[in-house]
């Protein structure tokens, strides 16, 4: 495996060599650090153990050190000790995660290099997120706030066998706090630069002692924008989020849980975020004379007129019953639904006139269903079998206007083309599923596994047109009413398609001692093909294929210095085929923009993962990650210049070579009463393609971020003072690019956030 000339592991010939090499690297580490560990434990003194963190990877309940999985787990304290309001905060202390926020509000998600940074409903997220175990299908959605939270679950890798929608890249689990037995509540506040306001809170404990606990929680977050839009003055991408969960745990029997838990959302920022020039755009008057807009300078000062609207509203409901059949086998039923309103204004010209202004009205629900049983009884076969059924559907009115915009050097009006147009797409899917996983003890020390899942999708999707040719009509300021005379109708498009596939999992895990652990395993993913939400004939029309993926890992879970170290390390390779790519370029004839969404690639993608955690002594807390990764396109074909061109040399969108980060806590007492904590973490990643051309341009050079808080905590826990910064050194970090250098003839940068501080109190029951 090859980073910029390091040899890591030595040119595999196979998959299989590859595989074995790892696993002896592997076993031989993990060894060495054994003995280094048990020496370590004793020659000193017997510091506090580190907290033990139960995780539900493999469905039931296990030690995160006893699951032979891929897997990053956060509690409660450490997601507070990041810092992470959203879930975007523990992006760089998973080695190979990208998680950002998108330029449409969503959630773009890459694991190992598998994901999907295209915001439209049509397009299948690489990586599921999941909230108790109800997958969220749209990605807006599924960019959570981290409040009333138990823990996060990071699984690396392909997800089926054990999850209702499988996922190809790997999972994100957000599971909520458990309703208390007991009087439980908690109280966070806090203000900061660019006027935010942080407030969240959580109440709960028992309705009917023994019978029936309850929970409410909510969390709010406002703040100015970051940055200025010169075109009036007013901040831009502010933000302003109120969200919520009630939750009711009734267990009228000692084999029976009923678990119902309602949560909702609603985001009213003034404006939505707009993206920066990276460079110059050329754009029509309306009388026809062109001006060009140069390239920004300051990334935080954008120069837009269509940034006014990005309103979010979810809803969501589940019922988990548990019932414990008998003493080995457990049924579990989860039945969800979701749904989700959401608006949008994006200037995706970056420029003062309407060259490429989007709206988007979109509306979507969800129900899923998942029926699982799950055996156990403390002998050496384990297993859980289920069935899935999911539905979504989904209605997008999208309009564009583009009648500044010009062709060739001349504006786009003298060439008799639309200046603005209307779409009114639909999109529903059904998709069933039935799935196994079973594990098996062949000795004390020696288990192997294995799962398969069939799964079968069908995918409707039909579009309406609308044109108008007037540039006096905008879709954005004031949207006609659809179909209805004022413009020109287009030719309405439809398809349907079904998908199917069997995507099964085999594995071994192997313990020399009781502190380690090694595992190989290898797994295929799947994801569904579907149509391109943005076609406008049927000959683009035609459905795009599924993705596929097999992935091979070995790994190794050590536990050290008697309880008080742990390291885990993984190597994975996969062959990654038919990826489903946007592309976005110019008609060689016409000049006008169009879109492509197609099967335009394949890569071979191996690396390295390494996580600590260390407490050295009861003062002392460590965290430390690397991510090594080796992502190769095998082959690549997108729009460039408008004729499909082979790419393939250009590197993998949010897949930098090297990811890593570091978290130091310590906890001093002052008195019997009060202890002073001081945390800083930092999180590092070489260069990253941003999006999926790799233009120059666009691409973020190498950075680091760092973070840090101090707080005055008292020792019994309940009260804490905390002041805190991000982006301490206020790095300029490009998230995202849009490469429009064919049409209308610029690139785009979106940024994170510049240094942030704040001041929060936090009070625990």
Same mark, same amino acid.
């Given at each position: 495996?090859?980073?910029?000339?390091?040899?890591?592991?030595?040119?595999?010939?196979?998959?299989?060599?590859?595989?074995l090499?790892?696993?002896?690297?592997l076993?031989?580490?993990?060894?060495?650090?054994?003995?280094?560990?048990?020496?370590?434990?004793?020659?000193?003194?017997?510091?506090?153990?580190?907290?033990?963190?139960?995780?539900?990877?493999?469905r039931?309940s296990?030690?995160?050190?006893?699951?032979?999985?891929?897997v990053?787990?956060?509690s409660?304290?450490?997601?507070?000790?990041?810092?992470?309001?959203?879930i975007?905060?523990?992006?760089?202390?998973?080695?190979?995660?990208?998680l950002?926020?998108?330029?449409a509000?969503?959630?773009v998600?890459?694991?190992?290099?598998?994901g999907?940074?295209?915001?439209?409903a049509?397009?299948?997220?690489?990586?599921?997120?999941?909230?108790?175990?109800?997958?969220i299908?749209r990605s807006?959605?599924?960019?959570?706030?981290?409040?009333?939270?138990a823990?996060?679950?990071?699984?690396?890798?392909?997800?089926?066998?054990?999850y209702?929608r499988?996922?190809?890249?790997?999972?994100?689990?957000?599971?909520s706090?458990?309703?208390?037995?007991?009087?439980?509540?908690y109280?966070?506040?806090?203000?900061?630069?660019?006027?935010?306001?942080?407030?969240?809170?959580?109440?709960?404990?028992?309705?009917?002692?023994?019978?029936?606990?309850?929970?409410?929680a909510?969390a709010?977050?406002?703040?100015?924008?970051?940055?200025?839009?010169?075109?009036?003055g007013?901040d831009?991408?502010?933000?302003?989020?109120?969200?919520?969960?009630?939750?009711?745990?009734?267990?009228?029997?000692?084999?029976l849980?009923?678990?119902?838990?309602?949560?909702?959302?609603?985001?009213?920022?003034d404006t939505?975020?707009?993206?920066a020039?990276?460079?110059?755009?050329? *754009?029509? %008057? +309306?009388?026809? &004379?062109?001006?060009? $807009?140069?390239?920004?300078? =300051?990334?935080?000062?954008?120069? /837009?007129?269509?940034?006014?609207?990005?309103d979010?509203?979810?809803?969501?409901?589940?019922?988990?019953?548990?019932?414990?059949?008998?003493d080995?086998?457990?049924?579990?039923?989860?039945?969800?639904?979701?749904?989700?309103?959401?608006?949008?204004?994006?200037?995706?010209?970056?420029a003062?006139?309407?060259?490429?202004?989007?709206?988007?009205?979109?509306?979507q629900?969800?129900?899923?269903?998942?029926?699982?049983a799950?055996?156990?009884?403390? *002998?050496? %076969? +384990?297993?859980? &079998?289920?069935?899935? $059924?999911?539905?979504?559907? =989904?209605?997008t009115?999208?309009g /564009?206007d583009?009648?500044?915009?010009t062709?060739?050097g001349?504006?786009?009006?003298?060439?008799?083309?639309?200046?603005?147009?209307?779409?009114?797409?639909?999109?529903?899917?059904?998709?069933?599923?039935?799935?196994?996983d079973?594990?098996?003890?062949?000795?004390?020390?020696?288990?192997?596994?294995?799962?398969?899942?069939?799964?079968?999708?069908?995918?409707?999707?039909?579009?309406?047109?609308?044109?108008?040719?007037?540039?006096?009509?905008?879709?954005?300021?004031?949207?006609?009413?659809?179909r209805?005379?004022?413009?020109?109708?287009?030719?309405p498009?439809?398809?349907?398609?079904?998908f199917?596939?069997?995507?099964?999992?085999?594995?071994?895990?192997?313990?020399?001692?009781?502190?380690?652990?090694l595992?190989?395993?290898?797994?295929?993913?799947?994801?569904?093909?579907?149509?391109?939400?943005?076609?406008?004939?049927?000959?683009?029309f035609?459905?795009?294929?599924?993705e596929?993926?097999?992935?091979?890992?070995?790994?190794?879970?050590?536990?050290?210095?008697?309880?008080?170290l742990?390291?885990?390390?993984?190597?994975?390779?996969?062959?990654?085929?038919?990826?489903?790519?946007?592309?976005f370029?110019s008609?060689?004839?016409?000049?006008?923009?169009?879109?492509?969404?197609?099967?335009?690639?394949?890569?071979?993608?191996?690396?390295?993962?390494?996580?600590?955690?260390?407490?050295?002594t009861?003062?002392?807390?460590?965290?430390?990650?690397?991510?090594?990764?080796?992502?190769?396109?095998?082959?690549?074909?997108i729009?460039?210049?408008?004729?499909?061109?082979?790419?393939?040399?250009?590197?993998?969108?949010?897949?930098?070579?090297?990811?890593?980060?570091?978290?130091?806590?310590?906890?001093?007492?002052?008195?019997?009463?009060?202890?002073?904590?001081?945390?800083?973490?930092?999180?590092?990643?070489?260069?990253?393609?941003?999006?999926?051309?790799?233009?120059?341009?666009?691409q973020?050079?190498?950075?680091?971020?760092?973070?840090?808080?101090?707080?005055?905590?008292?020792?019994?826990?309940?009260w804490?003072?905390?002041?805190g910064?991000?982006?301490?050194?206020?790095?300029?970090?490009?998230?995202?690019?849009?490469?429009?250098?064919?049409?209308?003839?610029?690139?785009l940068?979106?940024?994170?956030?510049?240094?942030?501080?704040?001041?929060?109190?936090?009070?625990?029951?």
């Amino acid at each position: 495996m090859h980073f910029r000339g390091m040899n890591l592991l030595g040119a595999a010939a196979c998959r299989g060599r590859a595989a074995l090499l790892a696993a002896g690297s592997l076993a031989a580490l993990a060894t060495a650090s054994a003995a280094v560990a048990q020496e370590a434990a004793e020659t000193r003194a017997e510091p506090t153990r580190l907290d033990e963190i139960v995780v539900t990877a493999r469905r039931r309940s296990e030690s995160l050190q006893d699951v032979p999985v891929a897997v990053s787990a956060f509690s409660a304290e450490r997601l507070s000790d990041l810092q992470a309001d959203d879930i975007s905060g523990i992006q760089y202390s998973v080695p190979n995660l990208y998680l950002d926020k998108g330029d449409a509000s969503n959630a773009v998600v890459y694991l190992r290099g598998v994901g999907q940074n295209d915001s439209l409903a049509f397009a299948d997220p690489g990586v599921g997120i999941y909230v108790d175990d109800v997958f969220i299908a749209r990605s807006q959605a599924a960019f959570l706030e981290l409040f009333d939270v138990a823990r996060i679950e990071v699984l690396r890798g392909p997800q089926g066998t054990l999850y209702g929608r499988n996922t190809i890249g790997g999972a994100v689990k957000f599971v909520s706090s458990p309703p208390s037995s007991t009087p439980a509540a908690y109280l966070e506040a806090g203000i900061g630069n660019y006027a935010s306001r942080i407030l969240n809170g959580r109440i709960g404990g028992p309705l009917i002692d023994g019978v029936l606990n309850g929970k409410v929680a909510f969390a709010y977050s406002g703040r100015d924008g970051y940055a200025e839009n010169a075109v009036d003055g007013r901040d831009d991408g502010d933000q302003n989020s109120l969200a919520g969960r009630i939750a009711l745990d009734w267990t009228p029997t000692d084999r029976l849980q009923v678990l119902v838990s309602v949560d909702a959302k609603r985001d009213r920022p003034d404006t939505s975020r707009s993206p920066a020039r990276e460079t110059a755009i050329t *754009g029509a %008057l +309306t009388n026809g &004379a062109l001006v060009t $807009y140069p390239a920004a300078t =300051d990334p935080y000062r954008v120069n /837009v007129n269509a940034n006014g609207l990005s309103d979010l509203t979810g809803l969501g409901a589940s019922v988990t019953v548990r019932y414990e059949a008998s003493d080995a086998v457990t049924i579990e039923s989860i039945t969800a639904y979701r749904e989700m309103a959401f608006d949008l204004n994006l200037d995706v010209d970056g420029a003062p006139l309407p060259i490429l202004d989007i709206l988007v009205l979109q509306d979507q629900n969800q129900f899923s269903q998942e029926l699982r049983a799950s055996y156990d009884a403390g *002998g050496r %076969l +384990t297993g859980t &079998a289920g069935l899935y $059924y999911f539905r979504d559907e =989904d209605t997008t009115f999208s309009g /564009v206007d583009n009648g500044a915009a010009t062709i060739f050097g001349f504006p786009v009006v003298a060439f008799g083309f639309q200046t603005s147009s209307l779409a009114d797409t639909r999109q529903e899917t059904r998709s069933w599923a039935a799935f196994a996983d079973v594990s098996y003890d062949l000795t004390d020390r020696l288990s192997i596994g294995g799962g398969l899942r069939y799964t079968q999708e069908e995918k409707f999707s039909g579009r309406r047109f609308e044109n108008f040719f007037n540039p006096a009509v905008s879709v954005i300021r004031n949207t006609p009413p659809f179909r209805a005379g004022r413009g020109v109708a287009g030719t309405p498009i439809t398809g349907d398609a079904d998908f199917d596939a069997f995507t099964p999992k085999v594995s071994v895990s192997y313990t020399p001692n009781k502190d380690v652990l090694l595992y190989g395993s290898a797994s295929r993913g799947f994801k569904s093909g579907g149509f391109d939400g943005r076609a406008t004939n049927n000959f683009s029309f035609e459905p795009f294929r599924p993705e596929f993926v097999w992935s091979y890992e070995a790994g190794a879970k050590i536990t050290g210095l008697d309880g008080r170290l742990t390291f885990n390390a993984a190597y994975f390779y996969n062959d990654y085929t038919d990826i489903q790519v946007t592309s976005f370029g110019s008609d060689p004839v016409t000049g006008v923009f169009v879109s492509l969404f197609t099967n335009a690639a394949a890569a071979t993608i191996q690396g390295l993962e390494f996580e600590l955690a260390a407490r050295p002594t009861d003062q002392l807390s460590i965290n430390a990650s690397l991510g090594l990764l080796d992502a190769q396109y095998d082959e690549f074909d997108i729009l460039v210049g408008g004729t499909i061109t082979d790419v393939s040399d250009r590197a993998l969108v949010n897949s930098p070579e090297v990811n890593a980060s570091l978290a130091v806590t310590w906890e001093q007492p002052l008195s019997d009463g009060y202890s002073l904590v001081l945390h800083g973490d930092a999180g590092y990643r070489s260069t990253v393609a941003t999006e999926i051309t790799d233009s120059p341009v666009l691409q973020q050079d190498a950075y680091t971020l760092i973070s840090a808080f101090a707080a005055l905590r008292s020792t019994d826990g309940v009260w804490e003072v905390r002041a805190g910064v991000q982006n301490l050194t206020d790095e300029e970090v490009r998230v995202q690019g849009f490469n429009l250098a064919d049409f209308p003839g610029v690139q785009l940068g979106f940024y994170a956030a510049p240094r942030t501080y704040d001041l929060r109190l936090i009070w625990r029951y």
